[in-house]
């Protein structure tokens, strides 16, 4: 069974940037898509980013492209650097692995981590 942790939310003034990580635990390698997804009060939890681990593909949601970018250390952790922050990106976001299905669906993703908050300020 895999385990999913996020950290590095936090508070930013809108312009500025944070990193988040997902540190993947439980198993002996890991070898398929991962993703972050984000989800604000009252709205539904939307996709924000994907890589294909083997072959290091990336996918973006169109609100995100070009400020955020999805990486791997090529071990067990995947980041997703978020920069010139909108006040609109404020969301709980969560580290996701292994789909079956389209990545843009959240109902794809088998794993889920516990979210990590992201407050941007205008």
């Known amino acids: 069974q895999m385990q999913l942790e996020e950290s590095g939310g936090g508070s930013v003034q809108a312009g500025g940037s944070l990193r988040l990580s997902c540190a993947a635990s439980g198993l002996t390698s890991i070898n398929y898509p991962m993703g972050w997804f984000r989800q604000a009060p009252g709205k539904e939890r939307e996709f924000v980013a994907a890589?294909?681990?083997?072959?290091?593909?990336t996918f973006y949601a169109d609100s995100v492209k070009g400020r955020f970018t999805i990486s791997t250390d090529n071990g067990n952790t995947v980041y997703l650097q978020m920069n010139s922050l909108k006040p609109e990106d404020t969301a709980v976001y969560y580290c996701?692995?292994?789909?079956?299905?389209?990545?843009?669906?959240?109902?794809?993703?088998?794993?889920w981590g516990q979210g990590t908050q992201v407050t941007v300020s205008s």
């Open positions: 996701a692995a292994d789909p079956e299905g389209s990545f843009y669906s959240p109902t794809a993703w088998g794993y």
């Open positions: 890589i294909n681990w083997s072959g290091g593909s």
